[in-house]
């Protein structure tokens, strides 16, 4: 799991050290070394096991570990997939690092493409936030978006839907990912903590209709069920979904 982070998003609290509660994103038991992280690989293999992913509680591509950790699965299990999720600042910078490093598949959390809306979703980015700061994370996940396509990753957009900020946003997410060559859109209800806890979850009717809508767009991934950061498991297939206690 990646500790730290370079962008604050207002609906986000991580947490390093919860067990028996807190089943949701940005949530770890504890931090692994590169070293632990292989020696947990081994221990799940005979469960499935045929993805192994780095997804926080932080964000992967500015913690070093991760590089090291993906080196020495790679070497270890070739044919396992590796995933790395991330909220791709860094992503046209480290794609040809991942490449080479054998992920197969990146996950990256696009909310808008819109600066104005970025502003009202972050809090700060690398220690900032402001207009130009805003427009360069877009351009930097897009751009992101397409050095991993160009290098034969697959990647999936998640995007979180916040009622009166990202409603009618998500299908232009869709429309500009897609261009970049994502294959698929991970539409995911808000989760009320941070700056965020004094707003509202999207209603189930609310997400079909936008899933809808970015449908006609890119294919809809419908089986997420917003799992913490050390969870082993199959989505979609009930209790075999579980988060590591």
């Given amino acids: ?3 730290h982070c370079n962008v604050q998003c207002r609906y986000c609290c991580r947490e390093v050290g919860i067990t028996y509660h807190g089943y949701r994103p940005a949530v770890t038991k504890e931090i692994m070394t590169p070293e632990k992280a292989v020696e947990r690989v081994f221990q799940y293999m005979n469960e499935r096991l045929k ?6 509680p932080g964000e992967p591509l500015c913690n070093e570990a991760t590089f090291r950790t993906l080196s020495l699965v790679h070497d270890q299990f070739s044919d396992l997939i590796l995933c ?7 992503l046209s910078e480290k794609g040809d690092i991942l490449a080479d490093l054998g992920v197969k598949t990146v996950t990256v959390t696009v909310n808008t493409v819109n600066p104005e809306t970025v ?10 936030i402001n ?4 427009e360069t994370f877009v351009e930097k996940q897009l751009k992101g978006i397409e050095v991993c396509t160009d290098n034969g990753i697959l990647v999936k957009v998640n995007s979180i839907l916040i009622p009166g900020i990202t409603m009618n946003e998500l299908e232009e997410v869709a429309v500009q990912s897609r261009k970049r060559g994502a294959v698929l859109q991970n539409i995911t209800p808000l989760i009320p903590l941070g700056e965020f806890s004094g707003l509202r979850p999207p209603t189930c009717e609310e997400i079909q209709l936008v899933r809808k809508k970015c449908e006609h767009i890119l294919p809809q991934f419908r089986l997420c069920k917003q799992c913490r950061a050390d969870a082993v498991g199959v989505p979609g297939l009930g209790d075999v979904v579980f988060e590591r206690m």
């Avoid at 993805?51 to 926080?56: K, L, M, N, T």
């Avoid at 207009?131 to 805003?134: G, H, L, M």
């Fill in 1 to 3: 799991m990646a500790e």
């Fill in 51 to 56: 993805v192994v992913g780095i997804a926080g």
């Fill in 84 to 90: 790395v999720a991330t909220n791709g600042l860094l």
């Fill in 119 to 128: 502003e009202k979703i972050y809090a700060h980015i690398q220690g900032k």
């Fill in 131 to 134: 207009k130009k700061v805003a």
